[in-house]
Nanobody
């Protein structure tokens, strides 16, 4: 399994960015996995931003991003897209894509439950 993130960058507060997570080694269409976006700001613990179930397409978001961030799954490209709108300086972080079994994901949102990670992409939001 391999995950490759792209799309980070520098944006002013109130702006938008789109992140992509291209997955290989498993299929969104035929396999049962949980795929998530995490972020890690300097001095902070890695936190889960959103989560996607490949089995039923279910999605959930952290309270801090609900209404601003939206995920879309492109099954044909095996890619999970995170559209981030109304960005705030507090959204500045390295954003990671991760995948794990549904059973592990069900145990909680802590980052250490997830065993496969992408390299991350930097998102910087200026005030």
């Amino acid at each position: 399994v391999q995950l490759v993130e792209s799309g980070g960058g520098l944006v002013q507060a109130g702006g938008s960015l789109t992140l992509s997570c291209a997955a290989s080694g498993f299929s969104f269409s035929s396999d049962d996995f949980a795929v998530a976006w995490f972020r890690e700001a300097p001095g902070s613990e890695r936190e889960r931003v959103s989560i996607f179930s490949t089995k039923d397409g279910g999605m959930d978001y952290a309270e801090s991003v609900k209404g601003r961030f939206t995920m879309t799954a492109d099954n044909a490209k095996n890619t999970l897209i995170l559209q981030m709108n109304s960005l705030e300086p507090e959204d500045t972080a390295v954003y990671y894509c991760a995948v794990v079994s549904p059973a592990a994901a069900a145990r909680g949102s802590s980052w250490y439950l997830w065993d496969t990670w992408g390299h991350g992409t930097q998102v910087t939001v200026s005030a």
